[in-house]
């Protein structure tokens, strides 16, 4: 018997039919004699629609309010969830995020959760009930509704199974599980049985509509191990042998304890490769050698909210000009220029060029930690595709380049195969 | 300044525009200096639409989850008047029945509201602002979310507007007022500027779109002013003057009050004409004159939850067989007829007759109370046309006669006339 919490996205739950089939993965889980609890999203397109309506109420709704209209979508799915399962003579209920309940911060539309009570399902599973509770929602300290932000439904899937210290958190969405990459660029692209939740983040670029990436944080914090899988895959049972369902994302604990066990012994130096064309690339040319330049430049960005990820100093002798080159978020792109103009004098540049046709392309692994020889693999190989390298930054468990975006498709490919990634034929 | 509750209905809720105009009505009572609670609908369609989710996810749906999911249409549009209202730079916020909280029975679907908690709503006052609440919806003793049943939306405006001390409850729908009659049969049918409760219960037949009848039974009970208007027209302030903004709905001894100041003094003895096409009858022929024998008819019905409506007995001599008609609501028709058949060898009839192409056409006043000859102009005047009676049921305000279906419109048509309610030409 193990304690999970299973977990459906709008899309698993976009009308009764599809409910329906929820309601038999529940029912499986229960019979295997698991205690359940089931947190859901609102139907697909849902909460957009209710979002709609906010907006055009008034263009500066107030939060509190559009939390109260916004966490009625899971509250829909919740009740028609409990009505079906208790259709197939399961004896499930529904509590909403008030009733529990899931105590979060006074942030309305961005809460974080604070705690959850897990008395009332305790007595739930005593009596062997399934519990149905709506994602993305809470109650604040004052009584009012709050919801936690878009796809805030994994976050709550994650505190609820800490909560109730479940033996896992199994997410089902409409993919069968994380990739190396991207299959729509790399159709040799392999379903990862088990990544880490560092690996995960790392890989957040192409795995992004699998997990939200602070659900993926908050399991890291707790070590509470998630299961991503397809609600419209078949069960592990039915399938071939061999192959398992979903990938697993745990801790390096966890894994090195299976290596240990003699499993994972086919474990790649490098999990998987990630691209982010959400980048633009500002260089600032013609800086003084001055002490405090540097720090003049970061300043004003850091006080405007900026997020500067790779940063490239020009190397130059005592006393010459220097270039400095990072990137920004495309989104913060004008709004970094304005700033870093406004503060023109202080820093005492030159020129300022800008580019937004760049991408990210990142090499992520926890094995490459002991290994020597990742970083200039990828050099050449991309070197070999006269692939021109922009920038570079390194961490303990990625190595990213910035390259012109153009490139993104072919660099991702040749990543892939020179990293061994490949799988045997097309899937 | 003023106390009241404003009630909006689904069809006032339909739509952002539809919800900027009721912003707009509830502004103006506020700037009027008025204390103001608004309750409202779901958007017309939305509770139809969340039912029939229930009904596609199980056919026994639990009702307790079923108020989960149906509650969310009222929650909705509460967050979005209040987002509009604030919008409008007015201080609003919502408050859902379980924040209040509404205190309701635990009889999911058809909860009795047994109290509502006002200490929100007066700090909510003291602070000059609004409160948007849901309708239909309140908590159990056990903290699950309730709802009062169809319509219930009518009924929390006026338990609230009665918690509250209100001065009125005014309902907003998309009708203008109560009629004396159906104006798509009669159209000189006159707006009715004033009734009272026990006329407006009676009149439901005609006026039952317009409130919910238990709304009016708790209206009565507890003395509460509502008036009834339509959301779409114009305020009084640009109405031609001599007329009145919909239907005050109160209690006789407001209505005296009114004449002793010289008010009404043109009112009418009858108020308005209703029918009733929801009635079937049933004739027992050849009963036995034997003591017990009507107790033993309406025994099996009353067991079987039927309301007998009319009961006409024919007289007969001593130790002759005799008839007894009487009528029950259609719906219940054929499952009156099974309790009947199957009582039949106590009862002792000889033969069922049942008819279904009838209808109750009801003369509705107060003022009939004091004044002989209304029943007898009744009969006049349907004799006139040759229309057939073939039942007659009188009450304090009330005179009724069944007649073959197929007269209703005339029958309707002749008595508005003969009871001078027709309106001066047709409007």
Not at 62 to 74: I, N, Q
Not at 122 to 149: H, K, M, N, W, Y
Not at 189 to 215: C, F, H, N, P
């Amino acid at each position: 018997m193990a304690r999970i919490v299973m977990k459906f996205g709008g899309t698993s739950m976009a009308g009764i039919e599809r409910i329906r089939h929820v309601a038999n993965l529940v029912k499986r889980e229960a019979a295997a004699g698991n205690q359940v609890a089931v947190v859901v999203s609102a139907m697909a397109g849902e909460t957009d629609r209710l979002i709609q309506f906010c907006r055009e109420a008034s263009s500066l709704y107030d939060p509190r309010e559009y939390d109260v209209v916004v966490a009625s979508g899971e509250q829909v799915t919740s009740g028609l969830l409990a009505i079906t399962l208790q259709g197939m003579g399961l004896n499930a209920r529904s509590y909403m995020g008030w009733q529990l309940p899931i105590r979060t911060s006074a942030a309305h539309a961005a809460a974080l959760i604070d705690g959850i009570d897990v008395a009332v399902l305790e007595r739930v599973f005593d009596d062997q009930g399934i519990a149905v509770i709506p994602g993305f929602q809470g109650v604040a300290d004052d009584g009012s509704v709050s919801t936690l932000g878009r796809g805030g439904s994994d976050t709550s899937a994650v505190a609820l199974a800490v909560a109730m210290k479940a033996d896992r958190c199994d997410i089902y969405t409409d993919v069968d599980g994380v990739y190396t990459t991207d299959p729509r660029i790399v159709p040799r692209a392999r379903k990862l049985d088990i990544v880490t939740y560092e690996e995960m983040l790392e890989l957040a670029s192409v795995g992004a509509k699998v997990l939200q990436t602070r659900s993926v944080g908050l399991a890291m914090r707790e070590n509470m191990p998630v299961r991503v899988l397809s609600s419209f895959e078949e069960p592990d049972e039915s399938r071939p042998a061999g192959t398992r369902r979903g990938t697993m994302i745990v801790g390096e604990d966890y894994m090195q304890s299976r290596e240990a066990q003699g499993k994972n012994m086919e474990r790649q130096l490098i999990t998987g490769i990630a691209y982010d064309k959400n980048e633009a690339r500002i260089s600032l040319i013609g800086l003084s050698d001055k002490p405090g330049t540097v720090a003049a430049i970061f300043a004003p960005l850091a006080a405007a909210n900026i997020n500067v990820d790779m940063i490239v100093q020009s190397v130059a002798r005592e006393g010459e000009k220097r270039d400095l080159t990072f990137t920004v978020p495309t989104a913060a792109l004008a709004h970094s220029v304005d700033a870093l103009t406004q503060a023109k004098d202080e820093i005492g540049f030159e020129e300022i060029l800008t580019d937004s046709n760049v991408v990210k392309v990142s090499a992520v692994g926890v094995g490459m930690r002991s290994n020597a020889g990742i970083a200039a693999r990828m050099f050449e190989a991309l070197a070999d595709r006269g692939i021109r390298i922009l920038a570079i930054a390194t961490s303990e468990i990625k190595v990213s380049v910035l390259i012109p975006e153009e490139y993104t498709e072919l660099a991702v490919r040749v990543l892939h195969t020179a990293y061994g990634l490949d799988a045997e034929s097309d899937a």
